[in-house]
Each structure stands twice: as structure tokens, then as C-alpha cells.
């Protein structure tokens, strides 16, 4: 049965599995050497990687895996985590190895208005321009109205967040592919929320595991998925 880890492989995001990562650094260095024996790094524009799927890595060693990724050449990273640091002391981190950190993933108790002020302080800190919603949390039911509450969540975070210039966006996985009515749950949070300042994030494997095919719902969601 093929898995995320098998689908990212077959797309090329191979970078992400730990045993392709040492691959990936023996060629990298045997091209950086060819091409120019005083280089350090092949940068890789545009290109960045989803820390949460290095999760291992960074729990056993934080500074060490960030330095691994900056080394291969990436200079941006979607961050996930706190590790026990600051804001402020992730971000002299990061500048100190070269990472720049455009995108979040949290949970959406992040949101929750208790929580909201810190998040967007925090992003603020650490350079972040948008902070993605990986999935939402029990309290908002598989239903219709649940959907259209996580919208509503998703919103009014927006609107706090935009003066901040900081975007608040939502990350998919196969649930959200389920009917409720005429219309499946990433639609009726893309119909319910505020396209001023709520984008989305579409992961492609559980687009494909939900039963949805993931090129004709970027098409036809072209304006509102931005990542």
C-alpha cells in the first residue's frame, strides 16, 4: 500500500526521508566539488522542506538538522515545533545558518482566541508570513456546521492577522475530502472563509488518498490555494 513517504518519494521530495537526505548530501557534494571545489553550497531556489516530516531528526537534534538541511543547499523551511526555545532564539537560529522561514504549520488551538496573540507574535518574531492550520482539532465536529465553524476560526484570524502582514492558511489531509451534502469539507472552508486573508495549502497525497484528483482541484481553486 503506498504511503506518504512512498508518494513524496515518487515526486521527488525524496530530501525529506532521512536515509535520501545522506544520499542526497553525497551528491551534492560530489557535484559542488566538480563544479567548483572552493563551493560549500548548491543553493536550491524556491525549493524548501516541511520540517514536520523531520520531526525525528529535530527531536534529537535541532541545531544539528537545521544545519544539515542549510547545508544541502535550501534556504527556506515551512517550521513546525517549538523545542523548548524562544521565538527570538529560533529566529537567531535560523538567520545564523542561512534558513529563512516563510510558513507555519500549528494546530488550530493556535487560533483559538486565547492563544491567537502569541501566534502572531511569534510568527512575527520568527519571520513568518503565514501561519497554515494543519488540520482542525476535536472540538470542531465532521460535519457541515463544524466545517463552516472552522471557517468562521479561520477568519477572524485573518483579520487579526492581516495588519501584521502575516496570512492565515489551511493544510488538508484525506478528511477533508468527505461529502457533507453537495460539497466536501475543504470546500466548504474555502466557500465559508475569508479569501482576503485565509489561503490554502494543498497537500497533493491526501487530496489523491480522499478520492478527490488533486490537478482538477487546484484548477478549480486556483484563486484561494496559494501553497
Known amino acids: 500500500m503506498t504511503n ?5 518519494l515518487a515526486l521527488g521530495a525524496s530530501a525529506l526521508a532521512p536515509s535520501v537526505v545522506r544520499a542526497a548530501e553525497r551528491a551534492h557534494q560530489r557535484a559542488a566539488g566538480c563544479a567548483n571545489p572552493g563551493s560549500s553550497a548548491m543553493h536550491l ?9 523531520m520531526r525525528d531528526e529535530m527531536r534529537a537534534d535541532l ?4 544545519a544539515r538541511v542549510a547545508r544541502l543547499g535550501y534556504e527556506e523551511v515551512e517550521w513546525w515545533g517549538t523545542w523548548g526555545r524562544t521565538p527570538a532564539q529560533l529566529r537567531t537560529l535560523l538567520d545564523g545558518i542561512g ?13 483559538e482566541p486565547a492563544a491567537l496573540d ?10 513568518i508570513h503565514t501561519v497554515i492550520v494543519a488540520g482542525m482539532g476535536r472540538g470542531y465536529a465532521d460535519d457541515a456546521d463544524g466545517w463552516k465553524r472552522a471557517a468562521q476560526l479561520l477568519s477572524t484570524a485573518g483579520a487579526k492577522a492581516a495588519p501584521l502582514g502575516i496570512r492565515i492558511g489551511y ?14 469539507a475543504l470546500e466548504i472552508l474555502i466557500t465559508e472563509s475569508d479569501a482576503a486573508s485565509v489561503d490554502f495549502q494543498l497537500d497533493c ?12 482541484f487546484l484548477k478549480a481553486h486556483k484563486d484561494r490555494i496559494a501553497h
Do not use: C
Not at 531556489?45 to 516530516?53: L, P
Not at 502569541?118 to 519571520?127: E, H, I, K, Q
Not at 477533508?176 to 451534502?181: A, L, S, V
Not at 497525497?205 to 482538477?216: E, H, M, S, T, V
Open 4 to 8: 506518504r513517504r512512498d508518494f513524496l
Open 45 to 53: 531556489r524556491g525549493v524548501g522542506i516541511q520540517m514536520y516530516m
Open 63 to 66: 541545531d544539528a538538522s537545521l
Open 99 to 111: 534558513l529563512r522561514v516563510p510558513t507555519s504549520h500549528v494546530g488550530s488551538d493556535a487560533l
Open 118 to 127: 502569541a501566534t502572531l507574535d511569534s510568527a512575527a518574531t520568527m519571520g
Open 171 to 184: 493544510h488538508n489531509h484525506d478528511r477533508e475530502f468527505r461529502k457533507h451534502g453537495a460539497m466536501s
Open 205 to 216: 497525497y491526501w487530496a489523491f488518498k480522499g478520492g478527490a484528483d488533486p490537478l482538477a
